[in-house]
């Protein structure tokens, strides 16, 4: 099955400044890559994702990288902000359920 | 519209007893999964439905998990003879068709004392 490796497990930036959370993915054959933003006590929220095809995708602040060869993917958050404060988490999927990875811990400092 | 929701938002349960969580999801949208999340960690996937039927049960964690989906829409997780390692979150999801985006409901906190 699946498995998907995620780090840091936590990353402190200073405000304004960018932020970089790796994935890395081994099933070859899986072709969607959503990444998650959950504040604490609350649900999980999709903030971006990526399919197979596409080699980046952006919005506003938000970027996510694929590299279908080496099998990993990227977040990046330009121009951090206190809100951004959260844990956020990757996932993998060829069909069916996700398979997520263990989550990176945000903490924006003022 | 309304989101995917899911009752109860807390249970406080026994060792040893059943529970049974609800979840409803998006009108429409066919893919329902479910999903456990322990305290601090990351999100553990369990079963999934595509309409009615369950073509991954492989997260299940043992027999004493079990879910349905009836008519194609609302779900239930079975937990049996609960043990004090299935305190969790039991989160919820639905998708317009499977590997779209998809929307988790809030939860069910699940205690077992």
């Known amino acids: 099955g699946e498995n998907v490796e995620q780090h840091p497990s936590t990353l402190s930036v200073q405000e304004g400044d960018s932020a970089v959370i790796k994935c890395t993915y081994s099933d070859s054959a899986s072709n969607y890559f959503p990444w998650y933003k959950q504040e604490l006590g609350k649900r999980p929220q999709l903030i971006i994702d990526?399919?197979?095809?596409?080699g980046e995708k952006k919005d506003q602040r938000i970027a996510v990288t694929l590299n279908k060869t080496a099998k990993h993917f990227s977040l990046h958050i330009t121009e951090t902000q206190p809100e951004d404060s959260a844990v956020y988490f990757c996932?993998?999927?060829?069909?069916?359920?996700?398979?997520f990875g263990k989550g990176t811990h945000l903490i924006i400092q003022p | 519209g309304a989101g995917v929701s899911q009752s109860p938002s807390n249970k406080v349960t026994e060792k040893g007893k059943d529970v049974e969580l609800r979840c409803d999801p998006i009108s429409g949208h066919t893919a329902l999964y479910w999903y456990r999340q322990s305290l601090g960690q990351g999100l553990e996937f369990l079963i999934y439905?595509?309409?009615?039927?369950?073509?991954?049960k492989s997260g299940l964690p043992s027999d004493r998990f079990s879910a349905e989906r009836t008519g194609g829409s609302v779900s239930t997780l079975t937990i049996q003879r609960t043990q004090q390692e299935d305190s969790a979150v039991y989160l919820c999801a639905s998708s317009h068709t499977t590997n779209n985006e998809q929307f988790f409901g809030p939860g069910t906190r699940l205690t077992v004392l």
């Open positions: 439905f595509q309409g009615n039927s369950a073509p991954d």
């Open positions: 996932a993998a999927i060829l069909f069916g359920g996700l398979t």
């Open positions: 990526i399919r197979s095809n596409v």
